[in-house]
């Protein structure tokens, strides 16, 4: 358990194993390891988050003839006859992809202007939407002259007073030489004492002594992924479907959970669109 299931439950799920749901572990470890080939492997990527995904695939959907309009919040979609309305631009359809807080919040201002058999559909799965409750992750970034890890990641033995399970060394993945981050998934403590104890960590574990450069504690990180966890569906209400880590499906909060819930709500438009 310590060396094995453990460490894989909290990195995947981000919930630690006594009350993470088993049903969603044994199907990442399924896909994992009876999967694709090469399901298992694992990758590091050497550029940056923004520059490795949404970069790309932000140039791919402007060469598509796509438009991308950067730094335009959603504030409530306005149902329309069969259409939706969003800034007063009418839309056919909307896949909503803002995160689950965000999305609960934009269909509250949405249910005030909507007739009652649509403020219905909005307001239900806003009540299931608000009901997840959320793991935090924290990153503690650290500095050491001339340090350098052995690999560029290294698992580490956590418990309650050394936090971090994974540590990275950003000079051999494309960052500056002599900084490591070490990240403490469902993570419980606050900023301070959590960026004291990874640095005692990494003296006591490691043999670094480090100096603290930032420590980053995302509250809502994930989802808490919880035995029978009642999570929203794709469809909202006629035309207007919800995509993100937290719908409904097999995967816990990770990139691949996101994913396959925007292939889903594309699929389900462009294959059944008189059905939603
Ligand atoms: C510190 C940390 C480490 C993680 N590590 C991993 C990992 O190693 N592997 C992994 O698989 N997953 C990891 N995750 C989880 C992963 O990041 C998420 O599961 C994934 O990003 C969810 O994608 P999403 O599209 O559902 O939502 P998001 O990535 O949250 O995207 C939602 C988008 O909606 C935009 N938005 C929000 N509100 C509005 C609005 N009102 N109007 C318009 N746009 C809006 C946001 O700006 C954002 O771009 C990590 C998460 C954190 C916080």
């Known amino acids: 358990m310590a060396e094995l299931i453990e460490p894989l439950c909290v990195s995947a799920l981000n919930t630690l194993a006594p009350r993470a749901s088993g049903q969603v572990f044994l199907r990442v470890m399924q896909d994992a390891l009876f999967g694709v080939q090469g399901g298992s492997r694992l990758l590091l990527p050497k550029v940056d988050l923004s520059e490795l995904f949404p970069g790309a695939a932000a140039r791919w959907l402007s060469r598509q003839g796509g438009q991308l309009r950067l730094g335009t919040r959603v504030t409530a979609l306005v149902p329309a006859g069969l259409q939706w309305q969003i800034q007063g631009e009418a839309f056919d359809a909307v896949i909503l992809a803002t995160s689950a807080s965000e999305s609960s919040r934009a269909l509250d201002n949405s249910a005030q202007a909507a007739p009652d058999s649509i403020a219905n559909k909005l307001q239900q799965w806003g009540c299931i939407t608000r009901a997840l409750q959320y793991e935090a992750i924290a990153t503690v970034y650290a500095f050491g002259a001339d340090v350098t890890l052995p690999r560029p990641m290294l698992t580490l033995r956590s418990s309650a ?11 051999q993945l494309g960052g500056p030489g002599g900084l490591l981050a070490f990240v403490v998934s469902a993570s419980t403590l606050a900023r301070d004492a959590l960026q004291t104890q990874v640095l005692a960590q990494a003296q006591q574990q490691l043999g670094l002594n ?67």
Request: proline residues 9%; glycine residues 8%.
């Open 161 to 171: 007073a050394m936090p971090a399970q994974f540590a990275f060394d950003r000079g």
């Open 210 to 276: 480090l100096q603290a450069v930032q420590t980053i504690v995302e509250k809502r990180a994930t989802f808490a992924c919880t035995p029978g966890l009642q999570r929203p569906a794709l469809q909202i209400a006629p035309g207007l479907l919800a995509c993100g880590d937290y719908v409904a499906g097999p995967y816990p909060a990770t990139l691949e959970g996101a994913v396959r819930s925007a292939v889903a709500a594309v699929a389900a438009l462009t294959m059944h669109p008189q059905t939603v």
